[in-house]
């Protein structure tokens, strides 16, 4: 009789077995995305995390301490940052992911980075590549052996990554398209260099770009189904050669500097390539270049507006047409080492000087030379000589807690989506 009834039970694991295999096999059945973008019959876009709406409330993570520079690698310093405070503060305030430039050269160090953020705040990673932007050689994307060994490179790091719960999407680029004029980066090949016209050969040198990163998102879903994969660009040129060279890009990962709001870029982005989008980068420094002194006040309240245009365009707002997941805002800490990032003795200096200048931070266009733009002071957090815990102290500025009450009236009022097709 024992041995019956063991033979009964057997069979009965047989038989759940063969069954969810004819339903896997004939109703269509497919193991559920990690993360994965829907499209409604409004034709607008949500981001669904573990099958859950998810807007991205989210933060460009590069702790650099007073005195370090670009070379610092934020993942091995130790007492870890992120577990130290930030983690805790990001967590307070209501991010729910951040976004990372690269993963540095030591992979297991981020995959503890990603760990933990998820584990201990439920904090999201999205994971993003330069390319070889600002590496030596720089970087030439007609060139073969770039390309191979780049994308191997690429391949290398989603391979390791992509079973790690806390990963969110892939970014690959950041400003990328800049290289096309020469503004960053010049590369060329002799195919470029035999077309005449300068705007001709932007356009093949953009060719060649969009191309490869369609190769590369190509290649990536082979190995990686369950999570999107961004194409980075500064702003939006150039999109209308990336819609016929990049089919299998999922979103646009978007920086964007255009003051309190956006323009028309989201609708203009809907008319030239359909694809939902992301701020991967945007905001407002804290210092006033013209009265040459920090406000906080304007600081805040232009990364107020800048939210409520991202939320206000995507589909939790109740807006069934967004195109909007969220973004990734410029920055968590002030960075001391950014306007003289060649001087190493003016990496433990708060320098006041901007870098660059932008109209539409209107406040302060009138500085010397419209000089506006100050690239130290974009932090929502300050950084302190004093060490606390080795680490330079935190202190949250206004943005922080005035961000803070928006995301939670937000989350009061969220709305489900509207059907999925």
């Known amino acids: 009789m024992k041995k019956i009834n063991q033979t009964i039970k057997h069979t009965k694991w047989i038989l759940l077995a063969l069954f969810l295999g004819f339903c896997s096999l004939n109703n269509g059945y497919t193991e559920p995305k990690s993360v994965e973008i829907k499209k409604n019959e409004q034709g607008g876009y949500t981001l669904y995390v573990e099958q859950k709406p998810f807007f991205s ?116 680029g950041n400003e990328n398209n800049y290289t096309f004029s020469g503004k960053i980066g010049f590369w060329t090949s002799p195919e470029i260099e035999k077309i005449d016209k300068i705007y001709e050969k932007q356009q093949k040198k953009a060719e060649i770009y969009y191309s490869f990163i369609d190769e590369l998102a190509t290649e990536i879903k082979k190995i990686d189904p369950n999570h999107p994969v961004a194409l980075g660009n500064g702003e939006s040129s150039f999109l209308d050669i990336a819609a016929e060279n990049c089919p299998n890009i999922d979103l646009l990962a978007i920086i964007a500097y255009r003051g309190r709001a956006f323009g028309n870029i989201f609708e203009n982005i809907r008319n030239i390539f359909d694809k939902p989008i992301i701020l991967s980068e945007f905001g407002c420094d804290s210092y006033d270049a013209y009265r040459k002194k920090e406000n906080q006040n304007i600081q805040s309240d232009f990364i107020l507006d800048q939210w409520r ?30 306007f003289n990032e060649g001087y190493p003795e003016d990496w433990s200096e708060h320098n006041p000087e901007a870098g660059w200048s932008n109209g539409s931070y209107y406040y302060d266009i009138r500085a010397k030379h419209n000089l506006n733009m100050n690239e130290e002071w974009f932090g929502i957090i300050s950084l302190q000589r004093r060490q606390e815990n080795g680490l330079n102290k935190r202190v949250p500025k206004k943005a922080y807690f005035d961000l803070k009450e928006y995301f939670q009236k937000i989350e009061e009022r969220r709305v489900l989506p509207a059907k999925n097709e």
Not at 102 to 127: P, R
Not at 132 to 148: C, I, S, T, V
Not at 312 to 328: A, D, E, H, I, K
């Open 309 to 338: 245009k991202i939320y206000n365009n995507s589909t939790v707002s109740g807006n069934q047409t967004g195109n909007v997941l969220g973004g990734f805002l410029f920055e968590w800490t002030d960075e001391w080492w950014k």
């Open 57 to 172: 409330k989210g933060v460009i993570y590069n702790p650099t301490p007073i005195g370090k520079g670009p070379g610092y690698n934020f993942f091995t310093h130790r007492p870890k940052a992120w577990t130290q405070v930030d983690g805790k503060l990001m967590a307070d305030l209501g991010i729910n992911a951040v976004r990372v430039y690269s993963t540095g050269d030591d992979i297991e160090a981020m995959k503890e980075f990603i760990n933990d953020l998820y584990q201990k705040y439920g904090i999201y990673t999205a994971v993003s590549d330069w390319l070889g932007l600002w590496e030596q050689p720089r970087a030439n994307y007609a060139d073969p052996a770039f390309r191979k060994a780049t994308k191997e490179r690429i391949l290398k790091i989603v391979k390791e990554l992509k079973d790690q719960k806390g990963v969110l999407i892939w970014i690959l």
